[in-house]
């Protein structure tokens, strides 16, 4: 039976673990960097780095990537984890050659998985999205890997295949759906539960560190119709649901009796009296 989603090639990345080539810095990668002198450059300024893990597997082309500073060879079965905050590429160089990447976004409970190809120096996002939501194997990934980054005493080897352990049904529940496995979703129910998975992660993160242009990348949209479906999804606008979940945050930091450098800190003000200007504008908005 053919699969929507993966070609012959493809699938056959997604059937061999034992074969990938893992990038993370829960232990030392597969893969040494390389002197990549044009990468490098690009990439001074267009870093990335926010609370949401990532996951990159590279299903076809021959590239590089960027993560931590360094470049390395980015080729079919290699695969890029990213921690929260970790610093890695800003998506792709306009001199990247043809590539075909699939992403997945972990966002609380719920992973957004997508297909990117770069071709010809354009980045697409196919349109084969799928969400996941409080799923067994995307919870056991969340959890084994916040073990694993506090367990530094524990052998490489060992993390190594547990990481694998974890990530190889994940990948197969993904293939699976090419197969038939479960019924498509129509266009307007997949694009109501990423806007439901982006909401959620804002109200984990109290707004901190998800500007808009983030929050569009991880739905998969362009800024304007990530507006346009927010605001068709929840009745307010990006901005002032970021703003609600900000004022909640130091609301209850406040009766924590945290004080107001702490919490400007926490919620991304440069300082106290920006933070104290905010919540004064936010009243009057009221």
Request: charged share 25%.
């Amino acid at each position: 039976m053919r699969n929507k989603l993966f070609s012959e090639l493809t699938m056959a990345i997604v059937l061999a673990p034992k074969r990938w080539r893992i990038v993370s810095s829960l232990f030392r990668p597969d893969v040494s960097p390389i002197r990549h002198r044009a990468h490098l450059t690009w990439m001074r300024a267009n870093i990335d780095h926010h609370p949401a893990r990532e996951i990159l597997l590279a299903l076809d082309g021959r590239g590089v990537y960027g993560f931590k500073g360094k470049v390395y060879p980015c080729h079919p079965g290699t695969v890029f984890l990213f921690d929260s905050y970790e610093a890695h590429d800003n998506y792709y160089p306009p001199f990247a050659p043809n590539m075909l990447h699939l992403w997945l976004h972990i966002l609380e409970g719920d992973v957004v998985a997508r297909f990117v190809q770069v071709e010809a120096g354009d980045i697409r996002i196919l349109q084969n999205q799928l969400v996941f939501s409080d799923d067994e194997s995307t919870e056991l990934l969340n959890l084994s890997w916040t073990d694993l980054a506090n367990s530094p005493s524990l052998p490489a080897t060992f993390k190594r295949a547990k990481v694998l352990a974890v990530l190889s049904p994940l990948f197969l529940r993904i293939a699976e759906q090419g197969f038939g496995g479960a019924p498509g979703k129509p266009a307007e129910r997949l694009q109501s539960q990423i806007i439901r998975s982006i909401r959620k992660h804002v109200d984990e993160t109290a707004g901190r560190d998800v500007p808009l242009a983030e929050a569009a990348r991880l739905a998969g949209y362009s800024k304007f119709h990530f507006l346009r479906l927010f605001k068709r999804e929840t009745g307010e606008t990006y901005h002032e649901y970021v703003n609600l979940c900000r004022l909640k945050q130091a609301h209850i930091m406040r009766q924590n009796h945290q004080t107001k450098k702490e919490i400007a800190r926490f919620l991304g003000f440069s300082h106290s009296s920006v933070l104290l200007r905010w919540m004064k504008s936010m009243k009057k908005k009221e």
